[in-house]
């Protein structure tokens, strides 16, 4: 079966809408070819605007522009930009059989019915749907409608498959197993995806890349472990993960430095003017004894989380931090520990105006 590798650039690509709405501010993104590429963000930030502009759902404002391997296909209708699309609601053909729902795309096309039939078998194969294709959808379970729904846009060897939250639908045991399916099956395929989720663990997971949308704008670009260890943005860093604030007054932004319990820490040059300073859980070092340097904290909660402790810290001169240790750690609830912040691991909140 050939695969399309191909290159997807979208260039000042924006929308708005007829009330005035600005769907999405101009974004610039290039996908490589067999790249998955996963567009992330809560509710309203313009990633599925986005996917719909890519389809040919929505049609941009002008001066936008979309490319598919270097052919412009920003005035293309949806059915000829050969996209497949796959939805968090299956939408297969209720009346039709696994094998038919799949082979749909071909039959419509003029595929020859061997050829139809010897695709099918390979999709039902590496989708893992023997045996079930003489069913019908009514008769599987969620998981397998959606592995039918995939391998049926997969049949028309599409040039660009769209993937608009497919899981969410799925129970949160099945979503797991489903999207480690998923990204291996991409993997295999080296299809060029994009990938709509509000689930930071899904685009991890399936994605080579991120593309984290906030308010209708692209904020940052990167693979998961770059953009969880270096955000460009404050709202990469707490839309990725769990952070603690660190508010800073006056003096401390005038001497860029960060006040824990009594103790003045000087920030990295990079932090200067950053009202609140992020770091999370993880970075927080906690002991029993303090050391020259720690700030001293009392424990108000210890919650055990299987592998891992979480502490809630009450710290002088700021909010509670919640710090993560190992599961034997000896602090409990009243214990007075020691805490340190390494000022490689502190992340710019909120910029003062200037």
Same mark, same amino acid.
């Given at each position: ?26 974004? #610039? ?11 992330? /963000? ?6 599925? #605007? ?23 296909? #920003? ?88 993937? %608009?939250?497919?899981? =969410? ?12 399916? @998923? ?24 994605? %080579? ?39 800073? $007054?006056?003096?401390?932004?005038? $001497? ?14 990079? @932090? ?24 001293? =904290? ?22 509670? @931090? ?11 609830? /009243? ?7 390494? @000022?490689?691991?502190?992340?710019? /909140? #909120?910029?003062?105006?200037?």
């Amino acid at each position: 079966m050939n695969h399309k590798h191909i290159p997807v650039r979208i260039e000042h690509c924006a929308k708005t809408y007829a009330d005035g709405t600005r769907g999405l501010h101009p974004s #610039t993104l290039d996908i490589a070819p067999g790249e998955v590429m996963a567009l992330l /963000g809560p509710s309203g930030c313009g990633k599925t #605007t986005l996917l719909r502009l890519i389809a040919g759902l929505e049609m941009p404002d002008a001066g936008s522009r979309i490319f598919f391997d270097a052919q412009d296909v #920003t005035q293309l209708p949806i059915e000829k930009r050969e996209v497949g699309m796959v939805f968090q609601h299956y939408a297969l053909f209720p009346t039709m059989t696994v094998e038919a729902n799949i082979g749909y795309g071909p039959k419509i096309k003029g595929v020859a019915q061997a050829q139809r039939q010897s695709l099918v078998g390979e999709l039902v194969d590496l989708m893992r749907l023997n045996g079930l294709e003489k069913r019908l959808p009514s008769a599987l379970s969620g998981g397998q409608r959606q592995r039918v729904a995939i391998a049926r846009a997969i049949a028309n060897q599409p040039r660009v498959l769209l993937l %608009d939250e497919p899981l =969410a639908a799925l129970d949160a045991k099945l979503k797991v197993s489903l999207r480690d399916e @998923l990204a291996e099956l991409l993997r295999r395929l080296r299809i060029t995806a994009i990938h709509v989720t509000h689930d930071q663990q899904e685009a991890f997971a399936i994605a %080579d890349r991120l593309a984290v949308m906030h308010e209708g704008r692209i904020v940052q670009i990167g693979d998961g472990e770059s953009l969880y260890r270096h955000p460009a943005h404050p709202f990469v860093a707490t839309f990725l993960g769990r952070v603690n604030v660190l508010r800073r $007054n006056e003096q401390s932004l005038l $001497n860029n430095e960060v006040e824990l319990a009594g103790l003045s820490l000087s920030c990295p040059d990079a @932090l200067r003017g950053a009202q609140e300073l992020l770091v999370r859980p993880e970075d927080i070092t906690v002991c029993m004894n303090t050391q020259p340097g720690w700030a001293r =904290a009392r424990v108000k909660q210890r919650s055990f989380l299987g592998g891992r402790v979480q502490l809630t810290l009450d710290v002088d001169g700021q909010a509670a @931090l919640i710090a993560e240790v190992d599961r034997d750690h000896p602090a409990v609830i /009243g214990s007075s520990v020691g805490i340190h912040i390494p @000022l490689s691991a502190l992340m710019p /909140g #909120t910029i003062a105006p200037s």
